[in-house]
């Protein structure tokens, strides 16, 4: 996998023209750093491999190999599918294998340690959002309330209702989130 991904890296960086330097210069690694990964010899923060998505002009999911989806009514954990990347702090994994004509959307959300300056603006959206904590700390923000849920904990809302998330800790927080209707 590191191997693959240091040569998809390097790859794309040969195609657009830019040298280790160039390379480093954009996304504030070192172009040791840059060399080792490109050789498969060291692993990469997500956020880290975020930069180069950046610099290099692709999604971030580009550099991740995803399964082909396969008919019927199980999903097994490895095939799980990353649905989305947001940023450096969210990744979005489908926990169904079919969605075509479904009403409910399942995810698993790791929402990673972040550094956030200030709490995040509720929103609303149409429908209905359950979730479930899986592992960490999650702090939620309903109308004006902030509370914190732990593992085992879980809070079903219509959609319309202000709310928002965040990871106030040092960990990655795992989610279970159902929404209806679907929405990514």
Do not use: C
């Not at 409910?104 to 359950?130: N, S, V």
């Not at 904990?153 to 929404?179: E, P």
């Amino acid at each position: 996998m590191v191997k693959d991904l240091g040569e998809k890296i390097k790859s794309l960086r040969s195609s657009h023209g830019m040298t280790l330097k160039d390379l480093s210069e954009k996304t504030n690694l070192s172009i040791g750093f840059l060399s080792q990964l490109e050789r498969g010899l060291t692993t990469i923060a997500i956020d880290s491999l975020d930069s180069i998505a950046e610099a290099l002009g692709v999604h971030l999911q580009h550099f991740f190999d995803l399964p082909q989806r396969k008919k019927g009514y199980i999903l097994r954990s490895f095939e799980r599918e990353i649905l989305q990347i947001e940023g450096s702090k969210y990744i979005h994994y489908s926990l169904s294998n079919n969605m075509e004509g479904k009403n409910m959307m399942p995810r698993l959300i790791e929402i990673l340690p972040g550094d956030y300056d200030e709490d995040p603006e509720p929103y609303q959206h149409e429908g209905e959002e359950f979730i479930f904590v899986q592992e960490g700390i999650l702090t939620i923000y309903v109308n004006d309330e902030r509370n914190e849920l732990y593992p085992g904990d879980s809070i079903h809302i219509n959609s319309t209702t202000r709310h928002n998330w965040a990871n106030h800790t040092n960990k990655v927080v795992k989610i279970v989130t159902i929404n209806s209707p679907s929405k990514l």
